[in-house]
């Protein structure tokens, strides 16, 4: 799999599960990362957290799909998602990706960080 191929389905994913994310209610972020995580398992229609991990794909929506990002941290990026929106959060990942991340804010550069995680499953993919 090539570098384009791999982030191309890894951001159709991340962008998929950012725009699940916004749909969170406020008062769920609220109960904090095990109820976030619940209610994204109520209604992504998948198991989010215990997606398979067998293929590359697998392993990008296990990764994107709160596996293996923390509880702790699926509020803060639910709750930048609402801030900037879908689009601005992908925006900002390939940005940070390609090293033109310097402009933006640190919110952004947070999230785009905690997603570049994903980029560690590349060599399972190849």
Known sequence: MTDEQFYEIADAEIEKYLTLLEKVPDDVL???????????????????????????TGLILAAVGGALIPASKVVKVAKIVKKYGVKRVINAIK????????????????????????????????
């Open 95 to 126: 940005g940070v990706r390609k090293g033109k991340g310097n402009t933006l804010s640190r919110d952004l550069k947070d999230i785009a960080l905690i997603f570049l995680g994903v980029d560690q499953i590349k060599e399972a993919c190849t």
């Open 30 to 56: 609220a109960q904090g990362g095990d109820a976030t995580l619940a209610w994204l398992d109520e209604n992504s229609g998948r198991r989010v957290q215990a997606m398979g991990l067998i293929t590359c």
